[in-house]
């Protein structure tokens, strides 16, 4: 089984600051790497795919970076409405696994 | 603007059965792997079951192999999961999931969830 850990589990920021999240696979995963945004009581929304894409419609300062087995989402400038648990997914094997998430909170 | 609804979740007890629907429209339903996810109260999220655009693959976690069967009529743009022998610990939102044609088994588009709740 593909093993993804993320890391921090949580986080505490302020608007405007800068967040990188991690997100560590069991075994190469290659550039198959997903991020989603969850918000309380609504269904996740993919943000980017393929390690480093931005899903059509997410905003410029969402960011992903990766290869392999490690991997990162970066939120420049955090806005109010970023607040919420970020998901990694591998989508490398024929069944994808995710992360366990990290819930970004406002300090 | 693509739309995902399930329906058919509830309470069952355990080893009791549900058959969850998902209804697609405003895309070309059949050009489209579909997956179904979940989340346990609380939890994070689970991928359960995948199909290809013509049924004739299908993919499991583990956990529910021999007991879920995911299906879909594309004739009527239905997404199906049928789930049977349920336990405890299947309690938890299933989502309804589009795969990204960029991407495989990135899910760009989703439904708003039902919820199973498994308990006696």
């Known amino acids: 089984d593909f093993q993804m850990t993320q890391s921090p589990s949580s986080l505490f920021a302020s608007v405007g600051d800068t967040v990188t999240i991690t997100c560590r696979a069991s075994?190469?995963?290659?550039?198959?790497l997903n991020w989603y945004q969850q918000k309380p009581g609504t269904a996740p929304k993919l943000l980017i795919f393929?390690?480093?894409t931005l899903q059509r419609g997410v905003p410029s300062r969402f960011s992903g970076s990766g290869f392999g087995a490690l991997f990162t989402l970066t939120i420049s400038t955090l806005q109010p409405e970023d607040f919420a648990t970020y998901y990694c997914?591998?989508?490398?094997?024929?069944?994808?696994?995710f992360g366990q998430g990290t819930k970004v909170q406002i300090k | 603007e693509v739309e995902l609804v399930e329906s058919g979740g509830g309470l069952v007890q355990p080893g009791g059965s549900l058959r969850l629907s998902c209804g697609a429209t405003?895309?070309?339903?059949?050009?489209?792997?579909m997956a179904w996810v979940r989340q346990a109260p609380g939890k994070g999220l689970e991928w359960v079951a995948n199909?290809?655009?013509?049924?004739?693959?299908?993919n499991y976690v583990d956990s529910v192999k021999g007991r879920f069967t995911i299906s879909r009529d594309n004739a009527k743009n239905l997404l199906l999961l049928q789930m049977n022998s349920l336990r405890v610990e299947d309690t938890a939102v299933y989502y309804c999931?589009?795969?990204?044609?960029?991407?495989?088994?990135?899910?760009?588009?989703w439904g708003q969830g039902t919820l199973v709740t498994v308990s006696s």
């Open positions: 999931a589009r795969e990204s044609r960029s991407q495989l088994r990135s899910f760009d588009h």
């Open positions: 405003r895309f070309m339903f059949s050009n489209y792997w």
């Open positions: 199909i290809k655009e013509d049924g004739n693959e299908k």
């Open positions: 075994q190469s995963v290659s550039t198959s």
């Open positions: 393929t390690t480093s």
């Open positions: 997914q591998q989508s490398y094997t024929a069944t994808p696994t």
